[in-house]
C-alpha cells in the first residue's frame, strides 16, 4: 500500500532550473503502489524538486493526486499515449521513464543524480530512461505504437542527441526477441503489434528475413511478421528512416556507447553496468552487427576485456 492518503491538490506547473518529472504507464493506481513507492524514494533521494507523472487507463482516477503525484488518464491500451501525454504534462526539465515491472532500487537516484550533473543532452538508457524533457518534445514525442514504441522514439533521439548506456541488466522495452514472443495476444492484437514493430524499427523484408534466420524464427511468427510488413504500408504512421533499420541503429548506439565506457562519466553511482538480453535477440544482433559479440558466461557485454 502507499504510505500517504490521496487527496486533491492544485497542480504546480512552474518549471524549476532543475526538476525531475518521473513517469510510468500503469493499469491502475491501485495496483501500481510498489512502483510509485520507488519513484518517490527515488525522487526524494535525488534532492530535487519532482513530480511524478502516472499514466493509467482508468478515466476515473484522473482526479486523484497526492503530493506530488499527478495521475494523467490516457483512456487507451497504449502506454505510447500515456507516456505522449505524460511528457506534455511534465512540469520539469529531466524526465525519467519507469518500468512498473522492475523492482527498483536507492542506486538509481544516484544514476538519475549523477546524469543531471553532466548537464548533457544526451540520452541516458538504463533500466530507467532519462533525458532532457525538451528533447522527447523536439523529436516528436512518442507515437501512437504499441508495440515497438521506444525504438521508434530512440531511434529519432539518439540520431539527434546521442547516448549514455549505463544498462544495469535487462533492457525490456529494447528485446526484440522478447518483443516479438513475450506476450500473449489475440490474432488481431498480434497483427497490430507486428505492423507497428515493423514500423518502429523501420523492418524491411530482408530484414525480416535475417531475424528468421538468426532467432530459428517458426513459421507462423515470420507469416505475422511479414504481415506486419503489409499492414505497415496502410498505416499514417511512417518509419523514421536509416540506413539500417532503426533497432540495429539503437542497438549499435548503445553498445557504442558501452564499450567506450561513457558511463564512467557519471561517477555517482558504483554498481557495474550490464546488458542482459534474450538467448534469440543476442543472435540476431551477433548476426547483423560487428559490435555485438556473443554472450559471456557472466551474462554481460562486451565479452572482450576493455
Known amino acids: 500500500m502507499m504510505r500517504r492518503s490521496i487527496y486533491a491538490v492544485r497542480l504546480d506547473t512552474v518549471r524549476y ?4 518529472s518521473l513517469i510510468a504507464a500503469v493499469d491502475s493506481v491501485e495496483s501500481s503502489h510498489s ?4 519513484m518517490m524514494d527515488i525522487a526524494e533521494e535525488t534532492g530535487y524538486p519532482y513530480e511524478i507523472l502516472i499514466s ?26 500515456g507516456l505522449a501525454k505524460a511528457i506534455k504534462s511534465a512540469t520539469g526539465n529531466y524526465t525519467f521513464i519507469f518500468d512498473p515491472s522492475i523492482n527498483y532500487s536507492l542506486s538509481y537516484a ?44 530512440m531511434a529519432r533521439a539518439l540520431d539527434s542527441y546521442g547516448v549514455i548506456s549505463y544498462p544495469l541488466g535487462s533492457l525490456t ?6 518483443l516479438i514472443y513475450g506476450k500473449k495476444r489475440s490474432r488481431i492484437e498480434k497483427a497490430i503489434a507486428m505492423r507497428d514493430l515493423v514500423i518502429a524499427a523501420n523492418l524491411k523484408h530482408s530484414d525480416i528475413a535475417e531475424m528468421m534466420e538468426a532467432m530459428d524464427m517458426d513459421i507462423a511468427t515470420y507469416e505475422w511478421m511479414m504481415s506486419g510488413k503489409i499492414l505497415s504500408y496502410l498505416s499514417r504512421i511512417r518509419p523514421y528512416e536509416k540506413n539500417v533499420n532503426n533497432y540495429v541503429f539503437v542497438m549499435d548506439r548503445i553498445i557504442e556507447s558501452y564499450i567506450s565506457q561513457d558511463y564512467r562519466r557519471i561517477d555517482t553511482i ?10 534469440r535477440t543476442r543472435r540476431y544482433l551477433s548476426a547483423v552487427s560487428d559490435l555485438w559479440t556473443a554472450q559471456d558466461t557472466d551474462n554481460k ?6
Not at 512502483?35 to 520507488?38: K, M, T
Not at 558504483?270 to 538467448?279: A, G
Request: charged share 30%; proline share 5%; glycine share 8%.
Open 17 to 20: 532550473e532543475r526538476k525531475l
Open 35 to 38: 512502483i510509485i513507492n520507488s
Open 56 to 81: 493509467t487507463r482508468l478515466p476515473d482516477e484522473e482526479r486523484y493526486y497526492y503530493d506530488e503525484i499527478r495521475v494523467i488518464s490516457r483512456n487507451t491500451k497504449r502506454r505510447s499515449d
Open 110 to 153: 544516484d544514476l538519475i543524480y549523477g546524469y543531471i550533473n553532466i548537464g548533457t543532452s544526451e540520452v541516458l538508457v538504463s533500466n530507467v530512461i532519462g533525458f532532457q524533457t525538451d528533447v522527447a518534445i523536439n523529436v516528436g514525442n512518442w507515437r501512437p505504437l504499441v508495440c515497438g514504441e521506444d525504438i521508434d522514439l
Open 173 to 178: 522495452g529494447f528485446d526484440i526477441g522478447e
Open 270 to 279: 558504483s554498481d557495474t553496468p550490464k546488458i542482459t538480453l534474450s538467448p
Open 301 to 306: 557485454y562486451p565479452k572482450e576485456s576493455i
